[in-house]
Protein backbone atom coordinates (compact mmCIF):
# COMPACT_ATOMS: atom_id res chain seq x y z
CA UNK A 1 0.00 0.00 0.00
CA UNK A 2 1.91 3.34 -1.20
CA UNK A 3 0.35 6.89 -0.98
CA UNK A 4 2.09 9.06 -3.33
CA UNK A 5 1.21 12.72 -1.82
CA UNK A 6 2.84 14.65 -4.26
CA UNK A 7 1.04 15.20 -7.26
CA UNK A 8 1.25 13.24 -10.38
CA UNK A 9 3.50 16.43 -12.38
CA UNK A 10 5.61 16.51 -9.69
CA UNK A 11 5.78 12.77 -8.96
CA UNK A 12 7.28 13.07 -13.16
CA UNK A 13 9.66 15.50 -12.92
CA UNK A 14 11.01 14.10 -9.52
CA UNK A 15 11.40 10.65 -11.01
CA UNK A 16 13.23 11.61 -13.74
CA UNK A 17 15.67 13.58 -12.12
CA UNK A 18 15.99 10.02 -9.92
CA UNK A 19 16.24 7.73 -12.94
CA UNK A 20 19.42 8.94 -14.04
CA UNK A 21 20.68 8.57 -10.43
CA UNK A 22 19.22 4.67 -9.93
CA UNK A 23 20.50 3.96 -13.55
CA UNK A 24 23.93 4.48 -12.08
CA UNK A 25 23.72 2.03 -9.50
CA UNK A 26 21.37 -1.28 -10.46
CA UNK A 27 22.15 -3.77 -8.18
CA UNK A 28 22.49 -7.07 -10.16
CA UNK A 29 22.61 -10.56 -7.89
CA UNK A 30 23.88 -13.52 -9.21
CA UNK A 31 22.17 -17.05 -7.86
CA UNK A 32 23.05 -19.62 -9.94
CA UNK A 33 22.53 -19.66 -13.22
CA UNK A 34 19.87 -17.00 -12.90
CA UNK A 35 20.32 -13.53 -12.90
CA UNK A 36 18.14 -10.96 -11.22
CA UNK A 37 18.40 -7.36 -11.47
CA UNK A 38 16.83 -4.66 -9.40
CA UNK A 39 17.17 -2.34 -6.89
CA UNK A 40 18.02 -3.02 -3.36
CA UNK A 41 15.12 -2.12 -1.00
CA UNK A 42 16.01 -2.61 2.37
CA UNK A 43 12.90 -1.87 4.82
CA UNK A 44 12.81 -0.77 8.44
CA UNK A 45 9.87 -1.62 10.64
CA UNK A 46 7.53 0.77 12.26
CA UNK A 47 5.20 -0.69 15.18
CA UNK A 48 1.47 0.95 14.88
CA UNK A 49 -0.07 2.02 17.96
CA UNK A 50 -1.66 -1.64 18.20
CA UNK A 51 2.11 -2.86 18.92
CA UNK A 52 1.82 -4.44 15.23
CA UNK A 53 4.93 -4.54 12.38
CA UNK A 54 4.76 -2.35 9.38
CA UNK A 55 7.44 -2.80 6.52
CA UNK A 56 8.53 0.95 5.93
CA UNK A 57 10.97 2.48 3.03
CA UNK A 58 11.52 6.15 2.21
CA UNK A 59 12.52 5.99 -1.27
CA UNK A 60 13.86 9.85 -1.31
CA UNK A 61 9.83 11.16 -2.39
CA UNK A 62 7.96 8.32 -2.12
CA UNK A 63 7.11 6.35 0.93
CA UNK A 64 5.79 2.95 0.84
CA UNK A 65 4.59 0.82 3.80
CA UNK A 66 2.82 -2.22 4.05
CA UNK A 67 1.50 -5.12 6.70
CA UNK A 68 4.44 -7.75 8.35
CA UNK A 69 2.40 -10.99 8.14
CA UNK A 70 2.83 -14.55 8.95
CA UNK A 71 2.39 -16.52 5.67
CA UNK A 72 -0.97 -16.99 6.94
CA UNK A 73 -2.29 -13.58 7.05
CA UNK A 74 -1.80 -12.53 10.66
CA UNK A 75 -0.18 -9.67 11.72
CA UNK A 76 3.51 -10.14 13.46
CA UNK A 77 2.57 -7.88 16.53
CA UNK A 78 5.06 -7.34 19.52
CA UNK A 79 3.07 -7.09 22.29
CA UNK A 80 0.33 -9.38 23.29
CA UNK A 81 -2.94 -6.88 21.55
CA UNK A 82 -5.23 -9.30 22.68
CA UNK A 83 -6.76 -6.93 25.91
CA UNK A 84 -8.82 -9.58 26.50
CA UNK A 85 -8.88 -13.67 26.76
CA UNK A 86 -11.64 -15.26 28.71
CA UNK A 87 -11.25 -19.23 29.29
CA UNK A 88 -14.70 -20.19 28.33
CA UNK A 89 -14.47 -22.92 31.24
CA UNK A 90 -14.99 -20.29 33.69
CA UNK A 91 -17.69 -18.67 32.05
CA UNK A 92 -19.44 -21.52 30.21
CA UNK A 93 -20.89 -25.09 31.00
CA UNK A 94 -20.05 -27.86 28.65
CA UNK A 95 -21.76 -27.03 24.81
CA UNK A 96 -23.92 -24.26 26.80
CA UNK A 97 -23.59 -20.51 26.32
CA UNK A 98 -25.69 -19.17 28.91
CA UNK A 99 -23.25 -16.91 31.28
CA UNK A 100 -24.66 -16.85 34.95
CA UNK A 101 -24.79 -13.27 37.24
CA UNK A 102 -21.31 -13.67 38.61
CA UNK A 103 -19.95 -14.11 35.28
CA UNK A 104 -21.72 -11.43 33.90
CA UNK A 105 -20.60 -9.06 36.72
CA UNK A 106 -16.72 -10.20 36.24
CA UNK A 107 -17.49 -9.51 32.48
CA UNK A 108 -18.74 -5.90 32.66
CA UNK A 109 -16.04 -4.89 34.84
CA UNK A 110 -13.80 -5.70 32.24
CA UNK A 111 -15.20 -3.94 29.73
CA UNK A 112 -15.53 -1.00 32.32
CA UNK A 113 -12.33 -0.85 33.30
CA UNK A 114 -11.39 -1.13 29.16
CA UNK A 115 -13.75 1.57 28.37
CA UNK A 116 -11.63 3.80 31.63
CA UNK A 117 -8.44 2.93 29.97
CA UNK A 118 -9.16 4.90 26.81
CA UNK A 119 -11.06 1.50 24.59
CA UNK A 120 -13.14 2.90 22.38
CA UNK A 121 -14.64 -0.10 20.92
CA UNK A 122 -13.94 -4.11 20.97
CA UNK A 123 -14.28 -7.26 18.73
CA UNK A 124 -15.18 -10.41 19.86
CA UNK A 125 -14.14 -13.83 18.65
CA UNK A 126 -14.81 -17.21 19.97
CA UNK A 127 -12.81 -20.36 19.36
CA UNK A 128 -13.49 -24.07 20.70
CA UNK A 129 -11.28 -27.36 20.98
CA UNK A 130 -11.61 -30.13 18.24
CA UNK A 131 -14.08 -32.33 19.98
CA UNK A 132 -17.03 -32.53 18.36
CA UNK A 133 -17.70 -31.51 14.80
CA UNK A 134 -16.33 -28.53 12.48
CA UNK A 135 -19.95 -26.95 12.41
CA UNK A 136 -21.30 -27.44 15.74
CA UNK A 137 -17.90 -25.88 17.29
CA UNK A 138 -18.40 -22.27 15.20
CA UNK A 139 -21.97 -22.37 16.21
CA UNK A 140 -20.62 -22.81 19.52
CA UNK A 141 -18.07 -20.08 19.57
CA UNK A 142 -20.76 -17.68 17.87
CA UNK A 143 -23.49 -17.98 20.56
CA UNK A 144 -20.55 -17.41 23.22
CA UNK A 145 -18.97 -14.70 21.64
CA UNK A 146 -22.82 -13.47 20.73
CA UNK A 147 -23.07 -13.79 25.13
CA UNK A 148 -20.22 -12.07 25.50
CA UNK A 149 -21.03 -9.01 23.42
CA UNK A 150 -24.45 -8.66 25.26
CA UNK A 151 -22.59 -8.30 28.52
CA UNK A 152 -20.66 -5.99 27.16
CA UNK A 153 -23.55 -3.65 25.27
CA UNK A 154 -25.29 -4.38 28.74
CA UNK A 155 -22.50 -1.61 30.19
CA UNK A 156 -22.08 0.67 27.19
CA UNK A 157 -19.51 -1.14 25.30
CA UNK A 158 -19.35 -0.42 21.61
CA UNK A 159 -18.76 -3.72 19.63
CA UNK A 160 -17.30 -3.35 16.33
CA UNK A 161 -17.59 -7.37 15.12
CA UNK A 162 -18.16 -10.66 16.58
CA UNK A 163 -16.44 -13.42 14.93
CA UNK A 164 -16.68 -17.26 15.44
CA UNK A 165 -13.84 -19.43 14.92
CA UNK A 166 -15.04 -22.86 16.61
CA UNK A 167 -11.64 -24.81 16.31
CA UNK A 168 -10.55 -23.70 13.67
CA UNK A 169 -7.51 -21.19 15.16
CA UNK A 170 -6.67 -23.13 17.94
CA UNK A 171 -3.75 -21.48 20.34
CA UNK A 172 -2.16 -24.51 20.80
CA UNK A 173 -2.24 -27.84 19.12
CA UNK A 174 -5.32 -29.78 20.67
CA UNK A 175 -2.83 -32.99 21.70
CA UNK A 176 -4.36 -33.24 26.01
CA UNK A 177 -6.61 -32.34 28.07
CA UNK A 178 -4.09 -28.72 29.24
CA UNK A 179 -4.33 -27.80 25.29
CA UNK A 180 -7.78 -28.42 24.66
CA UNK A 181 -8.84 -26.18 27.47
CA UNK A 182 -6.34 -23.33 26.22
CA UNK A 183 -7.97 -23.13 22.93
CA UNK A 184 -11.74 -22.84 24.50
CA UNK A 185 -12.06 -19.17 25.19
CA UNK A 186 -13.47 -16.31 24.05
CA UNK A 187 -10.75 -13.40 22.99
CA UNK A 188 -11.56 -9.71 23.34
CA UNK A 189 -9.86 -7.20 21.23
CA UNK A 190 -9.16 -3.57 22.50
CA UNK A 191 -9.48 -0.94 20.19
CA UNK A 192 -8.14 2.34 20.93
CA UNK B 1 -6.02 27.45 -5.11
CA UNK B 2 -3.00 26.91 -2.96
CA UNK B 3 -1.78 23.99 -5.11
CA UNK B 4 0.50 25.86 -7.08
CA UNK B 5 2.42 26.70 -3.98
CA UNK B 6 2.57 23.43 -2.61
CA UNK B 7 3.60 22.24 -6.47
CA UNK B 8 6.13 25.02 -6.19
CA UNK B 9 7.82 24.15 -3.09
CA UNK B 10 7.33 20.23 -3.48
CA UNK B 11 9.59 20.80 -6.84
CA UNK B 12 12.82 22.55 -4.92
CA UNK B 13 12.05 20.21 -2.32
CA UNK B 14 12.23 17.34 -5.31
CA UNK B 15 15.59 18.99 -6.69
CA UNK B 16 16.88 18.57 -3.43
CA UNK B 17 16.26 14.75 -2.93
CA UNK B 18 17.83 13.93 -6.39
CA UNK B 19 20.57 15.71 -5.62
CA UNK B 20 21.43 13.57 -2.88
CA UNK B 21 21.38 10.29 -5.08
CA UNK B 22 20.31 6.72 -5.02
CA UNK B 23 18.96 6.49 -1.29
CA UNK B 24 20.71 3.45 -0.02
CA UNK B 25 19.24 3.76 3.23
CA UNK B 26 15.48 3.69 2.87
CA UNK B 27 15.24 3.43 6.37
CA UNK B 28 15.17 6.73 7.28
CA UNK B 29 13.67 9.99 6.11
CA UNK B 30 16.25 12.13 4.51
CA UNK B 31 14.68 15.69 3.78
CA UNK B 32 15.92 18.36 5.46
CA UNK B 33 13.38 20.74 4.60
CA UNK B 34 10.14 19.12 5.76
CA UNK B 35 10.63 19.16 9.29
CA UNK B 36 12.19 16.58 11.42
CA UNK B 37 14.25 13.61 9.32
CA UNK B 38 14.36 11.08 11.52
CA UNK B 39 13.67 6.85 11.45
CA UNK B 40 11.12 5.48 10.16
CA UNK B 41 10.62 3.24 12.92
CA UNK B 42 9.02 7.04 15.01
CA UNK B 43 7.03 7.51 12.67
CA UNK B 44 3.07 9.12 14.30
CA UNK B 45 -0.21 7.53 13.14
CA UNK B 46 -3.72 8.43 13.11
CA UNK B 47 -6.00 6.79 12.14
CA UNK B 48 -8.34 7.47 8.60
CA UNK B 49 -11.70 5.74 7.99
CA UNK B 50 -12.32 4.53 4.70
CA UNK B 51 -15.71 5.41 2.84
CA UNK B 52 -16.94 1.10 3.70
CA UNK B 53 -15.87 2.37 7.39
CA UNK B 54 -12.58 0.08 8.42
CA UNK B 55 -9.75 1.86 9.85
CA UNK B 56 -6.14 2.28 8.47
CA UNK B 57 -3.33 3.76 9.87
CA UNK B 58 -2.27 7.43 8.02
CA UNK B 59 0.91 9.22 8.59
CA UNK B 60 1.75 12.49 7.44
CA UNK B 61 5.36 12.64 7.35
CA UNK B 62 6.34 15.95 5.59
CA UNK B 63 6.78 15.19 2.25
CA UNK B 64 5.59 11.05 2.07
CA UNK B 65 2.31 9.96 3.03
CA UNK B 66 1.45 6.73 4.30
CA UNK B 67 -1.72 3.94 5.05
CA UNK B 68 -1.98 0.53 6.15
CA UNK B 69 -4.46 -1.27 7.47
CA UNK B 70 -5.57 -1.78 10.97
CA UNK B 71 -5.65 -5.27 11.87
CA UNK B 72 -7.01 -7.34 14.53
CA UNK B 73 -4.43 -9.97 15.88
CA UNK B 74 -6.53 -12.55 13.78
CA UNK B 75 -5.96 -10.99 10.93
CA UNK B 76 -8.92 -9.46 9.64
CA UNK B 77 -9.74 -6.02 9.15
CA UNK B 78 -11.00 -2.90 11.81
CA UNK B 79 -14.73 -2.27 10.49
CA UNK B 80 -18.07 -0.44 11.87
CA UNK B 81 -15.53 2.21 13.22
CA UNK B 82 -17.04 4.45 15.82
CA UNK B 83 -15.13 7.59 14.12
CA UNK B 84 -16.68 9.38 10.47
CA UNK B 85 -15.92 8.06 7.39
CA UNK B 86 -13.29 9.65 4.72
CA UNK B 87 -11.88 11.49 7.92
CA UNK B 88 -8.45 11.68 9.92
CA UNK B 89 -8.18 11.75 13.16
CA UNK B 90 -5.21 11.44 15.41
CA UNK B 91 -1.17 13.12 15.33
CA UNK B 92 -1.05 11.72 12.27
CA UNK B 93 0.77 15.22 10.82
CA UNK B 94 3.39 15.41 13.87
CA UNK B 95 6.34 14.10 11.78
CA UNK B 96 5.96 17.41 10.01
CA UNK B 97 6.59 20.96 10.12
CA UNK B 98 6.07 21.58 5.85
CA UNK B 99 3.35 23.43 5.33
CA UNK B 100 0.53 21.19 3.91
CA UNK B 101 -2.10 23.51 2.24
CA UNK B 102 -4.69 21.08 1.49
Redesign the interface.
Known amino acids: ?L?????K??AL??AA??A???A??PVSAQTGQRTIKG????????????G?E?W????????????H?TP????V?RRG??CGVMPTDQFFATDKHFINAAGRQRLGEFFQQAKANGA??F?I?GHTDSRASDEYNIRLSERRANAVAKVARSVGA?I??I?A?GER?PRVPNTSAANMAQNRRV?I?C?R | MMKTVKTAVLLAVAAGISACTPAVDKTSDGHVSDGKSLHLSNLEAGIWVDPQGCEHWIIDDGLEGYADLRRTPDGKPVCNSDLPRNVATGPFKEGSTFGDPI
Open positions: MILKVNAIAATALSIVAERYVPTIWVDPDCHVMDDGAEGFMTPVDGKPCKIRSVARNDRYDEYL
